[in-house]
């Protein structure tokens, strides 16, 4: 394995996370989208602008991932109501992409927050599962900031060192991935959502991001880890984000069990 990975695995089974949190998210991945950087501070950490163009050369090749996926429990057909095979909207890395990548399913290192179950199968343009395709997502944690960065974002900002709510996974032969994880904070100007990006062999074919719907968020919110920061300052309308939610990058949201389901299709060009 290259310098920079490592795999970690986690420490919570699927029974625990489920009673622990109740929310499950499920999410297909296709295509590139793009992201505002929130306000950043001078550290040596602070990443490209968001206009920079995407680049590999944070994460080592995909050919060094794991060689086989962990065991999922989610099955095609919990996505088979997700609408048709149309390529997911493309969006650049930022902000603050993954700096180490670590191979493991529950990325919240104990972090508090509503906990969410995420599940991406990456299919083509023909709906055919991609199996071994590494997908890896980072996002804020409950007070909307990034690890790995001093970002200026809300609430705390911790910085260099830190990777809660980053990791990666190899799809199975059905092209699925899981993570637990925790439903995103916000920080100002833009709407709830998780980066993603899917490699293929050696090759990036994907870098984008997924949406949540407003009310849906405005619920969680009110949760006392998010409580404090109150409501998101930009609701998915104003972000430039809207357009790419209304073309396949919105989750789709079901209660369950006390949590939630989060589905999206995720289509690449391959």
């Excluded at 429990?73 to 670590?102: H, K, M, N, S, Y």
């Excluded at 407003?214 to 409501?231: I, L, P, R, S």
Aim: charged share 20%; aromatic share 8%; glycine share 10%.
């Amino acid at each position: 394995m290259s310098p920079g990975y490592r795999r970690a695995t986690s420490s919570i089974s699927r029974r625990t996370f489920r009673s622990a949190t109740g929310i499950s998210v499920v999410a297909f991945a296709c295509g590139d989208d793009t992201d505002a950087a929130p306000p950043a501070t001078s550290s040596s950490t602070t990443p490209p602008g968001d206009t920079e163009p995407d680049t590999d050369s944070d994460v080592t090749d995909a050919a060094d991932a794991p060689p086989s996926a962990d065991p999922v429990a989610f099955a095609p057909e919990d996505f088979e109501a997700l609408g048709a095979c149309v390529l997911f909207p493309r969006a650049a890395a930022g902000p603050f992409p993954t700096l180490e990548q670590l191979y493991r399913r529950d990325v919240t290192e104990g972090y508090p927050g509503h906990a969410m179950r995420v599940g991406l199968r990456v299919i083509d343009q023909d709906c055919r599962p991609v199996s071994g395709a590494t997908v890896e997502i980072w996002h804020t944690d409950a007070t909307g900031d990034y690890s790995s960065y001093e970002d200026g974002g809300n609430g705390k900002d911790e910085g260099q060192g830190t990777t809660f709510m980053r990791g990666a996974q190899v799809a199975d032969d059905n092209g699925i991935v899981e993570f637990q994880t925790i439903y995103p904070g916000w920080y100002p100007g833009r709407a709830v959502h998780i980066h993603l990006r899917v490699r293929v062999d050696d090759a990036l074919v994907l870098t984008g991001q997924v949406y949540f719907d407003d009310a849906y968020t405005a619920e969680v919110f009110t949760e006392d880890a998010y409580a404090a920061n109150g409501e998101p300052d930009t609701l998915l309308a104003a972000d430039f984000g809207a357009d790419d939610a209304a073309n396949g990058a919105l989750l789709a949201l079901t209660p369950d069990g006390g949590g939630t389901t989060a589905l999206v299709n995720v289509s690449i060009p391959v």
